[in-house]
């Protein structure tokens, strides 16, 4: 699993910033084709204390503005989900993957459909 934003950073400079506000979050987008249409993850990013939640889920609601709303009926459904999904910060998923980082532990990966 890629997460966006730590690249070079170690485990303690994580759970540092965890520590002082960071999270792992992922947006939701919507791309519709004629009568199908797509909800999907963002890949996980991490943002450091400060860093705007908002700001990092906006190519995610570009994209859902653009090709979210075309497919009916579920189209106009799912990317208003993702829209107020995305306006609120992205879905935090901090918990479930640091549970992963703890040392001796080795649970399974987490499951896309509990990071929805």
């Known amino acids: ?36 249409t797509f909800r999907r993850p963002s890949p996980v990013y991490f943002l450091r204390s400060g860093e705007s939640a908002v700001g990092k889920g906006l190519p995610w609601v570009l994209l859902t503005l653009v090709a979210g709303w075309w497919g009916i009926p579920w189209g106009p459904i799912f990317s208003v989900q ?29 499951p896309v459909q509990q990071l929805r």
């Not at 759970?15 to 939701?28: A, L, N, R, T």
């Not at 992205?90 to 980082?101: E, I, N, R, S, W």
């Open 1 to 36: 699993m890629t997460i966006r934003g730590l690249e070079g950073m170690s485990t303690e400079q994580v759970k540092f910033e965890i520590q002082q506000g960071g999270k792992f979050v992922i947006y939701s987008y919507c791309v519709s084709v004629l009568i199908m």
């Open 82 to 110: 993702a829209l107020v999904q995305n306006f609120k910060g992205g879905k935090d998923v901090t918990t479930p993957l640091m549970a992963q980082l703890q040392p001796g532990n080795a649970p399974p990966p987490v």
